[in-house]
């Protein structure tokens, strides 16, 4: 749980838009390789040969 200051907790919700930003551009590069549709699903992000999911509170990519 987060205990700082609300200016720290505004910078800290800034800088998460900005990773996910970055991942949304890397999910669109990854459908564009035309090789698959990469999908959400309930507590994961499925793709062309690799599934991430959440493991023991971390984000883990399995390769298939």
């Known amino acids: 749980?987060?205990?700082?200051?609300?200016?720290?907790?505004?910078?800290?919700?800034?800088?998460?838009?900005?990773?996910?930003?970055?991942?949304?551009?890397?999910?669109?590069?990854?459908d564009q390789l035309g090789i698959g549709v990469t999908t959400p699903t309930p507590n994961r992000v499925n793709g062309p040969g690799f599934t991430i999911r959440a493991v023991k509170g971390r984000w883990a990519v399995d390769n298939h």
């Open 1 to 30: 749980m987060f205990t700082g200051t609300p200016a720290e907790l505004r910078r800290r919700e800034r800088q998460a838009v900005e990773y996910a930003t970055q991942v949304a551009d890397l999910l669109n590069t990854i």
